[in-house]
Nanobody, 124 residues
Framework: QVQLVESGGGLVQPGGSLRVSCAAS????????MGWHRQAPGKQRELVAS???????NYVDSVKGRFTISRDNAENTVYLQMNSLKPEDTAVYYC??????????????????WGQGTQVTVSS
């Protein structure tokens, strides 16, 4: 009933910038916490940044001062603006959200959803 679709990944040179987006669609009632995770080859997936519905944010230390997470509640979209990118930022970036949706029985459960991921490569 709910899909998260990321976009905006690609290849960028060290020191460059990139913005990735994640749009949620479906029978959405409300979206609570949203976040961006990443997974580099051979490494565990890690939480990069998160944002509450009210706009409070949290970042992993390695991206503080370089990445900014934001959201548009009206559009059910979360963004990650990435500046001063480094080769070690190379990874597949996944968005994640806690979504309350209307199901076929008329109830409104809350589940956790993931996007399919978008590749970000930082290389010269």
């Amino acid at each position: 009933q709910v899909q998260l679709v990321e976009s905006g990944g690609g290849l960028v040179q060290p020191g460059g910038s990139l913005r990735v987006s994640c749009a949620a669609s479906g029978s959405i009632v409300s979206i609570y916490g949203m976040g961006w995770h990443r997974q580099a080859p051979g490494k565990q997936r890690e939480l990069v940044a998160s944002i509450t519905r009210g706009g409070s944010t949290n970042y992993v230390d390695s991206v503080k001062g370089r990445f900014t997470i934001s959201r548009d509640n009206a559009e059910n979209t979360v963004y990650l603006q990435m500046n001063s990118l480094k080769p070690e930022d190379t990874a597949v970036y996944y968005c994640n959200a806690d979504v309350t949706y209307r199901n076929s029985a008329g109830y409104a459960p809350t589940d956790n959803y993931w996007g399919q991921g978008t590749q970000v490569t930082v290389s010269s």
